[in-house]
T-cell receptor
């Protein structure tokens, strides 16, 4: 069983759709993250949750809405996305503080 | 200056070669440093943490130079299976929470 699980693995959605990405971690971590990885760009940190509270929002458009109901689960709600939002969305978790993060397998999102 | 910079490569080396990557970071207050490996269309996986005293794991050696603000990864006796993109990650403090910031990655291709 992988430590960080993301679903779905692939998602194609229209610009008017609403969808959600799910992430679950089984590592006992207390911080969770959403990253976006586009072609030829570095991993971009989108959101950070520490102890279930959002502590960072790196100027992400409001069409992306995170939710962290408990320390093991993280969601990313999507609505009215643009084609340029097509990317690999990666969830990660860690212990709070300056420790390494472990990633889920990602959701490859295509907006049409 | 970008927060974390890497030479994107690609580095094309023959099997058995020794190859080294560098990664520079801009925040002198950065606390922790890591190397990740990412295979094509997969998630990043932690390769090793980088300690002040340097550390070695089999064919891989990581070094930290705080004075010059860079970390390095040395791979000895390269294998075909080492072909991947190597991402450096730096834990720094910005805003209210520390964040793990990634470089764009260096692509390595090991040829027979």
């Amino acid at each position: 069983e992988t430590g960080v699980t993301q679903t779905p693995r692939h998602l194609v959605m229209g610009m008017t759709n609403k969808k959600s990405l799910k992430c679950e971690q089984h590592l006992g971590h207390n911080a969770m993250y959403w990253y976006k990885q586009s072609a030829k760009k570095p991993l971009e940190l989108m959101f950070v949750y520490s102890l279930e509270e959002r502590v960072e929002n790196n100027s992400v458009p409001s069409r992306f809405s995170p939710e962290c109901p408990n320390s093991s689960h993280l969601f990313l709600h999507l609505h009215t996305l643009q084609p340029e939002d097509s990317a690999l969305y990666l969830c990660a978790s860690s212990h709070t503080g300056n420790t390494e993060a472990f990633f889920g397998q990602g959701t490859r999102l295509t907006v049409v | 200056r970008k927060e974390v910079e890497q030479d994107p490569g690609p580095f094309n080396v023959p099997e058995g070669a020794t190859v080294a990557f560098n990664c520079t970071y801009s925040n002198s207050a950065s606390q922790s440093f890591f190397w990740y490996r990412q295979d094509c269309r997969k998630e990043p996986k932690l390769l090793m943490s980088v300690y002040s005293s340097g550390n070695e794991d089999g064919r891989f050696t990581a070094q930290l130079n705080r004075a010059s603000q860079y970390i390095s990864l040395l791979i000895r006796d390269s294998k075909l299976s080492d072909s991947a993109t190597y991402l450096c990650a730096v834990f720094g403090y910005g805003g209210s929470q520390g964040n793990l910031i990634f470089g764009k990655g260096t692509k390595l291709s090991v040829k027979p």
